[in-house]
């Protein structure tokens, strides 16, 4: 799986993943990530540019 560009929906407790290839196509369609799981599901995926919202969790995350 080649993702290029994952995109990440910040919210309090479900996040969804969005990751396209080189294409623009989707090759990672994740709409619901628990919390304690998110590390875990970005650590899996291949060196990529990550995208997160603009909000005050996205700090953190972004740590």
């Not at 407790?13 to 619901?32: I, Q, S, T, Y």
Request: aromatic share 4%.
């Amino acid at each position: 799986m080649t993702i290029l560009f994952l995109g990440i929906d910040l919210a309090k407790n479900v996040f969804a993943l969005h990751g396209v290839d080189e294409r623009g196509k989707p090759a990672l369609v994740r709409p619901a990530v628990r919390r304690d799981q998110l590390l875990e599901a970005v650590a899996k995926l291949p060196p990529c540019t990550i995208g997160m919202e603009a909000c005050s969790g996205a700090h953190h995350w972004a740590r």
